[in-house]
């Protein structure tokens, strides 16, 4: 599915598919035999070239089970959310991501690349391809959501930069910047938040640079202007508000594994095989639900991303 959206934003009635439309789509896709996330059917703009090549990519390794997740209402997803730059409950983030302001925004990158210096968000986002992703996404506190995200894959930023052949991880940075972000008059994490993948797994068709969802740019408790999605991870891989991209020789060090080294590991793949040191991780609440579901393994992308990890022990690689 795909939405194409003009850089101004500013949608027109034909181009706005809204919350209520969607579930009508998915259906239609459904009769159709379209199955799969990141399904980048081209229902509205028939000469996107991107979504029909993911598709390619992609059809075949698609089961379909995701169609019969419901996606989570646009209010939750605005309003019960972890950023903890605007505090540490999950309605903080609502109440006080006002005062960042999205716009203008500069993106440093530096590092094993060909191309570093300082980056527009339109610099490194191509508009004209955005498309959007229906993914899971499952918090490690276990509760999950289903979030049409519209963005671009990673890989397609990632090319504009030219990474060395050194490069063996991508490294992401959050702003710092108490004024925007009160939270940070509080050392809850040492900021900036840091997140980090291999360059494989940020290559994946899958990771997702978001820049909107549903048929919004991102409000700014959800990370405007621009974020990580990684639909196989835990949702804490997801970096908010992203200020500085580094391509690096070795692992970087991420905020979760400094805070707590025994609970978050660097991988963070979607387990239900291993346990949080606290708590299981074998179910969640998704939202909007009464009960409780089973986790899946990579959280139900596996098809798409097991191979990444072949001969790995994930326990040790949590
Ligand atoms: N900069 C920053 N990014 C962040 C976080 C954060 O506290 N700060 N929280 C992470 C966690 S734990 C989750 S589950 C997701 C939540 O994304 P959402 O609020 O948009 O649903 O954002 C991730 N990205
Ligand atoms: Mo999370």
């Given at each position: 599915?795909l939405i ?6 500013d949608?027109?009635?034909?181009d ?8 009508s ?11 799969g ?17 993911l ?5 075949n390794e ?23 730059e605007?505090g ?11 005062s960042?302001?999205?716009e ?24 004209n391809?955005?498309?959007q ?6 918090c ?5 959501m ?8 990673l ?6 930069l030219?990474?060395?052949s050194?490069?063996?991880?991508i490294?992401f940075e ?27 797994e940020?290559?994946h068709p ?5 820049v909107g ?14 974020r990580?999605v990684?639909?196989w ?21 991420t ?37 409780r ?8 992308y596996g098809?798409?991303?097991a ?8 326990k040790?690689?949590f």
């Open positions: 599915m194409k959206i003009r850089n101004s934003w949608l027109s009635d034909n706005v598919t809204s919350e209520a439309h969607y579930k789509r998915r259906e239609l896709l459904k009769t159709a035999g379209i199955v996330l990141g399904t980048a059917i081209n229902l509205l703009s028939p000469s996107f070239s991107f979504a029909q090549t598709k390619n990519q992609l059809a698609y089961d379909g089970r995701d169609l019969t997740d419901q996606q989570t209402q646009l209010k939750a997803i605005l309003g019960y959310n972890n950023f903890y605007f540490t409950e999950k309605e903080d983030p609502s109440r006080n991501a006002h960042l302001k999205p203008p925004w500069t993106v440093s990158v530096d590092g094993q690349c060909e191309n570093p210096g300082t980056y527009s968000v339109e610099d490194l986002i191509d508009f391809k955005l498309e992703r229906i993914y899971r996404m499952r490690v506190e276990a509760w999950s289903v979030i049409p995200w519209v963005g671009v894959s890989s397609e930023v990632i090319n504009k030219k990474p060395k050194n490069a063996k991880y490294y959050t702003l710092v910047d108490p004024e925007q972000m009160p939270g940070q008059h509080r050392s809850v994490i040492k900021w900036p938040y840091r997140e980090g993948l291999r360059m494989d940020a290559m899958l990771t997702l640079m978001a969802l549903y048929d919004q740019k991102l409000a700014n408790q959800n990370g405007a202007p621009l990580l990684v639909p991870k835990y949702g804490f891989k997801g970096v908010k508000s992203i200020v500085k991209i580094s391509f690096v020789e070795q692992k970087p060090n905020s979760w594994m400094r805070l707590a080294p025994h609970e978050y590991g660097f991988y963070a793949n979607v387990n239900p095989n291993v346990a949080h040191p606290r708590w299981s991780q074998a179910n969640e609440r998704r939202i909007g639900d009464f009960g579901r089973d986790t899946l393994m990579f959280n139900g098809e798409q991303v191979h990444l990890y072949d001969g790995m022990n994930l040790r690689n």
